[in-house]
């Protein structure tokens, strides 16, 4: 029955979580508000702000699970992929923890990790599933054979679909993060107000960079005949920008679907908390006869639950790192 720590330091949230035999039992998440004042993650910040947090969160999450860290049979943490001072600090953090308690190590691919997050709780995804895995930096496409037997199928050719709202939301002037804000003002709002492009992309593939510059040319436009579009508008134009990104998104998976001939259909990452892609995810399915597994919204943004998970399936292989383990901002899939 292991008993494993999980560190994940990746970006801006410090997170440690606790898995006691498959079951996570802690999941701790610091929040770094700092980045607020600057409209997006400051990477010296971050890294120096999760130095301050990671101990307050490791005791937290050891007094959550209500375990003394003599019990702990590994520790898991995120190599990558990720901003390089933030990944330092939880890789650096993991090694010391390890070898002061003589404890094996675990190195976890942060995508990987967002998609073994279904298997945290019931219910969970038959193998083989496509998962469609969409964040800040990441949109892809994965057909899920294994744990750790994936292959991205289709992936963006340039911006992600996360940083497409998070633009928006700058053009819209909402403050960081704009991803939410969206969501939230697109609830308010009519999906057809306004119609934007869909990008023509040959097989599973996406591309975001021109429905960016389509937004962006039409809040201009429009800023010029009135003002205060923005203001006068604003639930329409999240509502739309929100339905577009939502349907191309959903497109490209339902071709990956029909391609593959799979019926197990899931989604991950922080835009998986997004309400309007969940919402048309489980519409799809029941026009397609899909099983659809959407992972509780704690376990969509970054978090160590998902790293722990993950650390628990590696640990049971054997699958285990040296003491010269390095960090990998940009790691392959």
Avoid at 126 to 131: E, G, H, Q, V
Avoid at 227 to 254: G, M
Avoid at 260 to 274: D, F, L, M, P, T
Avoid at 317 to 322: A, L, P, R, S, T
């Amino acid at each position: 029955m292991p008993v494993i720590l999980a560190i994940e330091s990746s970006c801006d949230e410090t997170s440690v979580a606790i898995c006691n035999n498959g079951k996570i039992t802690a999941n701790v998440i610091a929040n770094q508000t700092i980045h607020e004042n600057y409209g997006g993650v400051i990477p010296e910040l971050a890294s120096r702000v999760h130095q301050q947090n990671i101990v307050p969160v490791i005791q937290q999450a050891l007094i959550d699970a209500n375990v003394d860290k003599k019990e702990l049979n590994a520790v898991a943490f995120t190599r990558g992929p990720g901003l390089l001072g933030s990944l330092l600090v939880g890789v650096s953090f993991a090694k010391s923890f390890a070898l002061a308690l003589d404890l094996p190590l675990v190195a976890v691919n942060h995508m990987h990790a967002h998609i073994l997050a279904h298997f945290i709780d019931e219910p969970k995804p038959a193998f083989p599933f496509l998962c469609l895995t969409v964040s800040g930096g990441h949109t892809q496409i994965v057909l899920v054979k294994d744990y750790f037997d994936m292959e991205i199928v289709g992936e963006t050719l340039d911006d992600a679909a996360g940083e497409a709202f998070d633009k928006t939301a700058k053009i819209l002037n909402l403050p960081y993060p704009g991803g939410p804000l969206i969501d939230k003002h697109a609830k308010l709002g009519n999906p057809l107000a306004f119609k934007f492009p869909e990008p023509q992309i040959k097989d599973l593939n996406y591309s975001f960079s021109g429905l960016k510059t389509a937004i962006l040319y039409f809040i201009r436009k429009q800023e010029k005949e009135n003002p205060d579009f923005i203001s006068e508008h604003l639930n329409d134009i999240c509502a739309s920008v929100q339905y577009s990104i939502v349907h191309i998104l959903l497109n490209k998976l339902r071709k990956a679907a029909k391609q593959y001939g799979i019926k197990e259909i899931a989604i991950a990452g922080g835009v998986s908390a997004n309400s309007g892609l969940r919402e048309a995810l489980q519409k799809r399915a029941e026009e397609s006869g899909w099983n659809v597994y959407i992972p509780a919204f704690e376990y969509c943004t970054d978090n160590a639950a998902m790293i722990a998970i993950a650390g628990y399936q590696k640990y049971l292989n054997g699958d285990f790192v040296e003491q010269d383990v390095a960090p990998i901002s940009r790691m392959n899939f």
